[in-house]
């Protein structure tokens, strides 16, 4: 155990500093006419087996060039990424992007559970009917309430913490292939978690297999 004076002292000598955290961007829009669902959900955020819950979610990135926004769809049994879309606007077809993408990794079963906030792009008419299509079923976060969504918004600030704030991306196109190397080559296949015994979302589904 050591005090908080001899760590600050040990990283002056080494020149590390800690990552700040950056100003906050809102991208939840819940302040529409489109239908509100359930909490389903309900933080209920372990489950028992693959495909029985996805959570959604988006955020943002800085470039020079400016705003990057990046979509991911996240299976709760392994928490491995299985969909990400990433556009300079924030528009319901970046959502859908990122849920048909989602659909080519791991195929859904009816009864599947989404959960999402009440922004507009997974209230939109468009997103609810690829739903349906597959028979999954809608669930959404309380107003206000950022724990309803906590593993998504987690795997958000890990990511930025890990890579994102490290970087100075000149060019939206730098960031979108630097965040997709991350997710492939790093988050969903190397990356450990205590919560999944401590190894990788691919090498939990292996061994659940």
Known sequence: NVSQRTVTRLMKDMNIRSITKKKYKATTNSKHNLPIYPNL????????????????????????????????VMDLFSRRIIGWAMSSRMSKELVISALER??????????????????????????????????????????????????????HSIIKKELIHHCDYKTRNEA??????????????????STLNYLSPIDFEKKYA
């Not at 800085?62 to 979509?71: D, K, M, N, V």
């Not at 989404?114 to 690829?130: C, F, L, M, P, W």
């Open 176 to 193: 979108m292939f630097s965040i997709m190397e991350y997710i492939v080559t790093f988050y969903n296949s190397t990356r450990i978690h």
């Open 102 to 155: 989602a659909y080519v990794t791991q195929e859904p079963k009816a009864g599947l559970i989404h959960h999402s906030d009440r922004g507009s792009q997974y209230a939109s008419v468009e997103y609810q009917k690829k739903l349906r299509e597959k028979e999954i079923t809608t669930s959404m976060s309380r107003k206000g309430n950022c724990y309803d969504n906590a593993c998504i918004e987690s795997f």
């Open 41 to 72: 959900l309900n933080q209920q955020f372990k489950v028992e087996k693959l495909g029985v819950a996805w959570v959604s979610d988006i955020t943002y990135v800085y470039t020079r060039e400016g705003w990057l926004y990046l979509a991911t």
